[in-house]
């Protein structure tokens, strides 16, 4: 079959990924936040209220939903892991753009946006952080200006502003209304302080930067004539950059945005209502599966995902699992699972304290280091001093719809024992089910190397930021 025949059958299909981005938007009733942009994207398809990724982490996400799989099935669970030791991916598994070339479509990572080619801001990323070898070219360009010749595509355009970094640290310039320190509602487990509310309100900057750059690809679609056949795909790759949220697999790490937009000239699942909200759980191994539905490939059967929108959808999911493991030189292992009302978490390094030392985040979450003097001073309730625990419990159980940050643990309440044994077991199953290969411990030498590379890269720059700061408590370095 032509590419032009494929294309009259076939839907392109285009993913918009916000880094480290959590449903702080203005569409799902977050205050001090303005997107109009992805606020009309989401009046003009559905939006999706419990959709979670399954790490909270970059590589490890991306690893899961670029393959349809659990990262932790794959060996791909370890931050920044198997980059250029050859590790291949298992057979049969294959990242889905793999699965849609076959089918006849083009793919791309699109980096060169704007139709000015020296514009610093209306650009993609590029990014792909998986955690294996990848041999051959992933994607075939990446140019939007190859899109509108190359139909069927499958393309997708990662956007940095929510990251922490100089996108992050710039995202105020471009946007017309920053927003208010003294407006925003803090999650309860950070302390009211001028320091915490202008961090929170510059992650809001980084959003308002992220929906302006969302505007701007809309527009292109409409102007090169490409709407009325793309399916627009908008989510986040894992939970916000911030202290409890990236790197932590609660809601706040793991629950993210998702918008889909049907376009005009492509019948519509029965199931598709736009400007409609949808609750059912969703994991973002999902979202592979159902990408390959819509352009007319079936999911391999081994393939994890499970198709939830379109004429192949399944049954709606009971529960949805996340995990983390080693994040640079930070050992850990903590398995989830999640229903719609309950999380339940079994930390596997219980002894361990929650905030293990982990220099990226000391050095770029600046709200760790003020808790801590705050804690020392005696200035942090009950629900911030926790995170400065020497362990934390073996269990965790949360009932999301009473206690949406997290912060009452269930565990020991006789109440919710019924409710505790029955998601221990689910998750205990999971793990043997799915392969989870997070109890096959790393060498001793990838801790060195991780250990070496991130003290090199950080230390002395902690302890320049600790002085900057005045902290009167520094922070803990080996």
């Not at 032509?2 to 880094?19: D, F, K, M, R, Y």
């Not at 699972?337 to 978490?345: A, K």
């Amino acid at each position: 079959m032509s590419q032009s025949a494929v294309a009259v059958e076939t839907p392109n299909i285009l993913w918009i990924i916000g880094e480290d981005l959590g449903p702080e938007l203005g569409c799902y009733g977050h205050p001090e936040v303005r997107t109009p942009n992805l606020d009309r994207l989401a009046s003009e398809g559905v939006r999706y209220t419990r959709a979670f990724t399954v790490a909270p982490v970059c590589s490890a996400s991306r690893s899961a939903f670029m393959t349809g799989m659990y990262q932790t099935s794959i060996g791909a669970h370890n931050h920044r892991s198997h980059r250029n030791d050859g590790f291949q991916l298992p057979s049969g598994v294959r990242v889905i753009t793999d699965w849609l070339r076959d089918a006849g479509y083009y793919t791309a990572n699109v980096r060169r946006l704007a139709r000015d080619p020296k514009d610093p801001f209306y650009r993609g990323t590029g990014k792909t952080d998986w955690n294996f070898t990848y041999t051959g070219r992933p994607f075939d360009s990446d140019r939007w200006d190859d899109l509108k010749g190359h139909q069927p595509f499958y393309a997708q355009i990662n956007f940095s502003e929510t990251h922490r970094g100089g996108d992050w640290d710039r995202a105020h310039l471009h946007i017309a209304g920053p927003a208010d320190p003294a407006r925003v509602q803090l999650p309860p487990y950070y302390p009211d302080h001028p320091e915490v509310r202008a961090d929170w309100a510059q992650y809001l900057n980084a959003v308002m930067a992220l929906d302006k750059k969302v505007g701007y690809v809309l527009d292109r679609l409409e102007a090169d004539g490409l709407a009325d056949r793309t399916v627009v795909v908008f989510l986040g790759d894992h939970g916000r950059a911030m202290l409890r949220g990236k790197q932590w697999p609660y809601d706040s790490g793991l629950h993210i945005p998702l918008i889909i937009r049907w376009p005009k000239s492509i019948p519509v699942p029965s199931q598709f209502k736009p400007g409609t909200v949808n609750g059912q759980l969703i994991a973002s191994i999902d979202l592979s599966a159902t990408t390959l539905a819509i352009a007319g490939v079936p999911p391999p059967l081994t393939m994890q995902g499970r198709v939830f929108l379109g004429d192949g959808a399944g049954p709606e999911r009971q529960y949805v699992f996340g995990g983390r493991d080693r994040g640079d030189e930070t050992v850990d292992r903590i398995r989830t699972v999640r229903t719609r009302r309950y999380r339940y978490l079994k930390n596997f390094y219980p002894e361990r304290p929650f905030l293990q030392l982990n220099r990226y985040k000391e050095f770029s979450y600046p709200v760790i280091s003020l808790m801590r003097d705050l804690q020392a001073r005696g200035e942090l309730n009950a629900a911030q001093a926790r995170l400065f625990a020497p362990t934390r419990p073996a269990e965790e159980l949360y009932d999301l719809e009473a206690d949406p940050f997290e912060t009452n643990n269930l565990a020991d309440s006789l109440e919710n024992q019924e409710t505790l044994r029955t998601l221990r077991s689910v998750l205990e199953s999971w793990i043997v089910e799915s392969n989870d290969q997070g109890g096959v411990a790393e060498s001793a030498e990838i801790h060195e190397h991780w250990e070496a590379q991130m003290k090199a890269s950080y230390d002395e720059k902690i302890r320049e930021r600790d002085r900057r700061l005045h902290r009167v408590v520094p922070t803990p370095l080996p």
